[in-house]
Structures are given as structure tokens and as C-alpha cells.
């Protein structure tokens, strides 16, 4: 065991010490036995690595070790870019999915924004179903025809040809109700 340490010493200390290339310095100490020790390692650990990379995209192991093996180093490395290829594609793919669900969500957003904007009695009557009944914050923003705009807090009532409403008012106040026609309105949306 001395022996190996000894020779790691001196292997390194004339390697750092700039006395030739690593292969040069083992085969003044070992002869060839250290350069083949190392060429068998890099044989297995390609197919190893092959076998690895393969697992790792769904591929039969076993066979692709011994691709490893008959074509050491080159076949790891054609394994590691079509590891990465497979994985740059489901990336790409993810954030396309991604993107389309957000843009499908922003239409369906923006078509129930547009059918809730309609003032007449069906819209109302479906935002008055979500219309908070404890809350004195404003829900619902009125524009009118004359292009004023209104706060509401609850939608109390859909009839045929108006609608009322309870307008946001300050903690301690008492809330307004008002009655409007649906003529009188411009549109309405969620807040």
C-alpha cells in the first residue's frame, strides 16, 4: 500500500513540477500496465455511461451498454446529445403548451368579460349570484351612457327594464340603494 501512495507522490510531484505528460511519467514508472489500467477504465465507464444516458430517456440499458462498450467514448457522447435534444424538445414543448393554455384562458377571460358587460337582466341576474352580500367594497364598476361611472357593491335586484343596486359606501355609512334602466347603462364589469 506504501508503495501506491509513493508512486502517486511522485507521479503528481513531477507532474505539477512540469516534467512531461501524465502518460509519459506513468510509463517511466509502471511501464504500460498503468496506461492500460486507464484505457480499460474509459472503456467501462463508457458503456456505463451509455448505459445511463439510455435509462435516462426511456431506452433499453442493457443493449446500449454494450453499444457503450464496442464504440467507447463516441457513443456516450452521440447518447448525451440525444439526451439533451429529447430534453430541449420537452422544454420547448412545456412553455408552448404553456403559452397556449394562458392565451385560451385570456379569450375565455375576455369573452366572459364581454357577456358580462352587456347591462340587461340575464347578465344581472348572473352577477348578482356572485355578488359578495357581506361585503361594502366595490365589486362592480358601471360605466353609464352619459360616460360616468358608478361603484357598486351588491347587485339586490335583475328586473325586466332596470336594475338596483347597492352603491359602495364607507364603513359606518348606510349603503344607497339605487334603481336604474338598462338604457341608462354603457356596461358593467367584474372588479
Same mark, same amino acid.
Given at each position: 500500500m506504501?508503495?501506491i501512495?509513493?508512486? *502517486?507522490?511522485?507521479?503528481f510531484?513531477?507532474f ?6 501524465? $502518460?509519459?511519467?506513468?510509463?517511466e ?5 498503468? /496506461?492500460?489500467?486507464i484505457?480499460?477504465? /474509459?472503456? !467501462? ?7 445511463e444516458?439510455?435509462n435516462?430517456t426511456?431506452l433499453? %440499458? ?6 457503450g462498450? !464496442?464504440?467507447? *467514448? /463516441?457513443?456516450? /457522447? $452521440?447518447?448525451?446529445?440525444r =439526451?439533451l435534444t429529447?430534453?430541449? =424538445?420537452?422544454v420547448?414543448e +412545456?412553455k408552448?403548451?404553456s &403559452?397556449r393554455?394562458a392565451?385560451?384562458?385570456d379569450q $375565455?377571460?375576455?369573452?366572459? #368579460? #364581454?357577456i358580462?358587460?352587456?347591462?340587461n =337582466?340575464?347578465n ?14 366595490a365589486?362592480? #364598476?358601471?360605466? !353609464?351612457a352619459?360616460g360616468?361611472a358608478?361603484?357598486?357593491?351588491k347587485?339586490? &335586484?335583475?328586473?325586466?327594464?332596470l336594475?338596483v343596486? &347597492?352603491? &359602495?359606501?364607507?364603513? %359606518?355609512?348606510?349603503p344607497?340603494v339605487?334603481?336604474?334602466?338598462? +338604457?341608462?347603462m354603457?356596461?358593467?364589469e367584474?372588479?
Open positions: 506504501s508503495g501512495l509513493e508512486f *502517486v507522490k511522485e507521479l510531484s513531477q505539477l513540477s512540469g516534467a512531461g505528460s501524465f $502518460i509519459d511519467i506513468a510509463n514508472q509502471r511501464g504500460w500496465g498503468f /496506461v492500460w489500467f484505457l480499460i477504465l /474509459v472503456w !467501462l465507464l463508457s458503456g456505463f455511461a451509455s448505459f444516458f439510455a435516462t426511456g433499453n %440499458g442493457k443493449k446500449h451498454f454494450w453499444f462498450l !464496442l464504440l467507447p *467514448v /463516441v457513443y456516450p /457522447v $452521440i447518447l448525451l446529445i =439526451k429529447i430534453q430541449a =424538445k420537452a420547448s +412545456a408552448r403548451e &403559452e393554455m392565451a385560451e384562458r $375565455i377571460e375576455a369573452e366572459r #368579460r #364581454r358580462d358587460s352587456t347591462p =337582466k340575464d344581472f341576474a348572473k352577477l348578482k349570484g356572485s355578488s359578495d352580500a357581506s361585503s361594502i367594497k365589486q362592480f #364598476r358601471l360605466e !353609464l352619459d360616468s358608478l361603484m357598486i357593491a347587485i339586490l &335586484e335583475a328586473q325586466d327594464a336594475a343596486f &347597492e352603491l &359602495e359606501s364607507n364603513e %359606518g355609512e348606510t344607497r339605487l334603481r336604474m334602466p338598462y +338604457a341608462k354603457a356596461r358593467i367584474r372588479l
